[in-house]
């Protein structure tokens, strides 16, 4: 696959490596020089010096036969413009955008980024899990919008004992596993029931989230 | 009509004042409170700080109720990037932005924003200038009685 990646700085940078690993085509669009020559010098001669925003350097970067463009600057503004350029001048068929502010991901999903990736969220994602107190951990999310969660079940939940096709679920939501506090795994059946501090793993939808916590954790 | 200018270099705040001075109800971001100098003294509408490419800024100075958005910061990305918002999240029906880089432009031009690239409009101008000199104002002809 030919991947150009904007932005070359630390996540540019190991992004580059690890795609070179995978064997893939890679080139790193970057502004500034010196990022450049530290790039080259690690990575060899896989650095084009320009704005991943202009068409100009699009061309000669050959976004026309990317597979596709991953835009990783520090400046969501610019990750937006690269990957509309990228989609709409090139029809590059897979765009990915970075987003600094996690608050920007639905403006990005409107205007047609593919994927964008937000560290800020993954890092609060990852210390929610560390969380006691939370009750519905988001664990990964999926295609055409859906999200994978955890929810512990508390001792004094009224769901305890009672079989799963008994209980009222957000439409669309789907338990795929629990986990039992010694660990035992199982995947759920309609007439399975849930213990105090099982773990369950659902397939749901963003909006549908409240709901099903509070239909797993009310007491 | 309801404007919300995004930016208060000259070009913002010379047209925030053309627009106040028309009757509109014009509202002033800037990231900086210190751009607002540029404002007239007797400036009556409204001014807040803030980035415009934060959608919760957009929401709080009432971009939801504006009937046109005009983006004029010095960042072409930044200025594309918030008139989408206002157009694809607040429903703006009047989104115009100002892009310097013209192939940009007309790229978000034919993604449906009114934009205008002032490096086109100025080039054109003193390409015009060049061709057409205006003509000399001369002792001769200010003076001469045919």
Redesign the interface.
Known sequence: MYVIVIGGGKVGYFLARELMQEMHEVLVIELDSVKCERIAEELGDIVLRGDG????TAELAGFGRADMVIAVTG????N??SC??AK??FSVPRTVARLN?P??E??FR??GIDTTVSATAAILAQIEQELPTHQMIPLLKLKAGLELVGVKIPPDAKVIGKELKDLLLPHGTLLVLTVAKDGATRVPTGDSTLQPEDEVVAVTRPENEEALRLALTEP | MKVVIMGCGRVGSTLAAMLSEDGHDVTVLDKTADAFRRLPADWQGKRHVGNG????VLARIGVGDADAFIAVTQ????N??AT??AK??FGVKRTLCRIY?P??EE?YK??GLETISPTIAGANLLKDLLDNPPAPVSAESAGSDA
């Open positions: 925003c202009e068409a100009t400046d969501d503004e610019d937006l413009v509309q350029l709409t001048k502010n608050k920007n639905k403006i409107l205007l | 490419i934060d959608q919760d960042g072409d990305n930044r594309v990037m989408q918002a694809h999240i880089d192939i940009r790229m034919e993604l």
